[in-house]
């Protein structure tokens, strides 16, 4: 069927190549048209309450979110008008200050004092601007972008929506460098261990197809997060460079065994790959897919992206690819030149010996170790360049009014003034709570409740719900705030079970909650999934077993560099790494063992000779593809300053580089200490003298 479908392409090669370049048209139109999310915590389950609660805010008060604006020597009158200015940018629903209590011409002094000192401090003030809209909303970014237009260097915006708009412009700044740098390393690495200067140029362009069809399709999806578009381009050319290199030494081959006849050659190339190529995709296409299984449903988005992205690459592998090698196989002749890698026999005779499961045996403990205690950080805002707007602002938010956090409580209508009060009162004696303000907040010895604006209560009170900032000393993402929020909401349930409290704080401790658990999910999912396909492709038990164990020891070392470095990794890192290093490199060691499997059985050969066969005749591809997937990643390395894409990369580029040389250093050792345990556990390996 394959071979049948081999020998139509190669005579209609002008007819796929054609539809194959009609199809990046709606590809592109897909993939510009396609919304990225720059929010990771709007990837929390709906089923949280600090989730719901955004949502709660929409419905009730026509907003979702808010930043808190420090305004510096400015005049009362000066701030009314550029209160007025902000007001009026489209999406900002409302902004809250001092004049809306009572006029200006009133001195501060009457106010009560922990309002006046959430509002003033020396020379600076704080105003309160509401957006009719979620933190990550288009329309949120677009309006703090005009904002920061009106207020220049007059004040700062502070807030998530403003790190949200941060992180956008930089990822935005920030692909097409990813892109071109992984590319252009790539192609270096290929112009070096490919034996044509034409090949290269092709498998990219083949690859590059590929991938804008997989990010256009992402159309379905809605939208994407910016990690995911990220991280999709150069993981796709990473793990999918695999696939021409077999197409192309297929088709060598089978020109010298049709002599010379190229349409026959590829018709068989194909039916080869196909073979290889499908069963090698399945374990990556299961690594990414065990990242649907997080209940923090970026893995999913992740995790969809990526396993669509591979089975694409397969499909141009085999059709557009044969293509574009048959159309330029004469260039492809011509740029011919000698080999630049030298023969690796001689390395891989003394490399093929017992002693490396000695080093693991050794290595073990100190990796293991390393790996269950790096740090890992939830601070999506610490994370970025503090030269940033967001950065600067919510620095100038501690200086002034020593706030590192706002909480917001929903407090469920119902509740009497009374109750309300004692219930901010024990909030504000919480360990680290500066001060708690709501409506009550403005009535002081001056005031009487008369005097409070109904304009002001409209924009704090709803049918349902009444709000309430709480202003924290403590940082979002810490032990300390998350300590500090469980008493809050001990607090507040115990006056009210349908109250709320929510905001960034909370929503990232329900981050950290959530992700420790998918950390430990994910990984017995994608450990599962492979060594079932391991099993189910060689009909053993202890193949798989020692294949994933080789891997998981590579992933083990990778993830305890950073704990011996004393480098905190982010959480997102942390999750995915060890799946995306299974499911793409866990081929290596795949490529090594199939052929030893193939000499034992077959071939009959002894166990030492089989190890030797298959070491010499894998450990060149094994490099050349660890080695693409190193260039892809290690080019982000170098250039992305947004530390959640350049962790995992880093992570990515190094987990290529260790999975490489444990596969081709410890695989062997273990094929050969095992041999005897693999031929009785093996279906077809049982009768085969050991």
């Not at 600090?50 to 930043?67: K, L, N, P, R, Y």
């Not at 081959?253 to 010379?260: F, I, M, Q």
């Not at 999913?300 to 159309?327: E, H, N, Q, R, S």
């Not at 083990?556 to 799946?579: D, K, Q, R």
Request: overall charge neutral; charged content about 20%.
């Amino acid at each position: 069927m394959v071979i049948k479908f081999g020998k139509w392409l190669t005579r209609h090669k002008a007819v796929v190549l054609i539809i194959a370049f009609l199809l990046l048209i709606p590809a592109t139109i897909g993939y510009v048209s396609t919304r990225i999310n720059y929010d990771l915590l709007s990837y929390l389950p709906n089923s949280l309450e600090t989730v719901s609660g955004q949502d709660t805010m929409v419905d009730e008060f026509g907003m979702g979110a808010f930043s808190m604006i420090v305004v510096e020597d400015m005049e009362k009158k000066d701030i009314v008008a550029l209160k007025e200015k902000l007001k009026k940018v489209n999406h900002v629903e409302d902004v809250i200050w001092y004049d809306d209590a009572m006029d200006i011409t009133v001195p501060t002094e009457m106010l009560p004092d922990k309002l006046r000192e959430g509002l003033f401090n020396g020379n600076a003030t704080m105003m309160i601007a509401l957006f009719d809209n979620t933190t990550s909303a288009d329309s949120t970014m677009d309006a703090i972008t005009e904002m920061r237009g009106i207020v220049k260097k007059q004040a700062f915006i502070s807030g998530m929506s403003g790190v949200v708009t941060d992180i956008k412009n930089l990822a935005m700044a920030e692909m097409p460098i990813y892109v071109v740098v992984a590319a252009v390393l790539s192609l270096l690495i290929l112009l070096l261990t490919m034996d044509s200067l034409v090949t290269p140029f092709i498998f990219l362009f083949g690859i590059g197809m590929a991938i804008v069809y997989n990010m256009g399709t992402n159309m379905v999806f809605g939208e994407i997060s910016y990690i995911t578009q990220a991280l999709t381009a150069i993981l796709q050319l990473g793990v999918t460079m695999d696939y021409s290199i077999f197409l192309l030494e297929s088709y060598e081959a089978n020109k010298v065994r049709y002599d010379g006849d190229k349409n026959r050659a590829m018709a068989h190339a194909i039916s080869n790959t196909f073979t290889s190529v499908t069963s090698s995709s399945v374990t990556t296409i299961a690594g990414f897919a065990a990242l649907c299984f997080m209940t923090f449903k970026l893995g999913m988005d992740l995790g969809l992206v990526m396993a669509k992205g591979v089975i694409i690459g397969v499909i141009v592998c085999l059709t557009v690819l044969p293509a574009l090698i048959l159309c330029f196989d004469k260039a492809i002749d011509k740029t011919t030149h000698k080999n630049l890698i030298p023969n690796l026999d001689g390395l891989s005779k003394k490399i093929v010996k017992g002693w490396p499961v000695v080093l693991v045996l050794v290595l073990l403990g100190p990796a293991m170790y390393g790996n269950s205690n790096y740090e890992i950080y939830y601070d999506i805002a610490g994370a970025l360049p503090q030269s940033l707007d967001s950065a600067v602002a919510n620095k100038k938010l501690e200086e002034k009014f020593n706030m590192n956090s706002t909480h917001i409580v929903l407090m469920k209508n119902g509740m009497a003034s009374k109750e309300k009060s004692e219930m901010l009162k024990k909030i504000e004696d919480v360990k680290g709570v500066k001060w708690a303000l709501g409506i009550d907040s403005f009535k002081g010895v001056s005031i009487p409740s008369s005097m409070i604006p109904k304009k002001l209560e409209s924009k704090l009170k709803s049918d349902n719900y009444e709000i309430a900032f709480v202003c924290s000393d403590y940082k979002a993402a810490t032990d300390e705030v998350n300590s500090q929020i469980a008493d809050i909401n001990k607090i507040v349930k115990k006056y009210s079970k349908d109250s709320m409290v929510i905001g960034e704080a909370p929503l990232t401790k329900d981050l950290q909650d959530v992700t420790d658990i998918d950390l430990v999910n994910v990984n017995y999912v994608s450990v599962a999934a492979i060594f079932l396909i391991i099993l189910i492709t060689f009909k053993s038990i202890l193949i798989p077993v020692i294949l994933v164990m080789v891997i998981e020891f590579a992933i083990f070392l990778n993830m305890s560099v950073p704990f011996y470095t004393h480098e905190s990794l982010p959480f997102v890192a942390s999750i995915v790494i060890g799946t995306i290093q299974l499911g793409a490199t866990v081929d290596y060691a795949i490529l090594m063992t199939s052929r030893y499997h193939k000499e034992r059985v077959v071939r009959r050969k002894s166990k030492k000779e089989a190890i030797d066969i298959a070491h010499k005749t894998s450990i060149k591809s094994i490099m050349i593809s660890g080695m693409c997937l190193f260039a892809s990643t290690f080019g982000v390395t170098m250039s992305s300053s947004i530390d959640m894409i350049k962790s995992i990369c880093t992570l990515l580029s190094r987990g290529a580089v260790i999975s490489t040389i444990v596969v081709i250093l410890v695989l062997p050792a273990m094929l050969t200490v095992f041999d005897k345990w693999i031929c009785k556990t093996t279906w077809d390996m049982r009768k085969i003298d050991y």
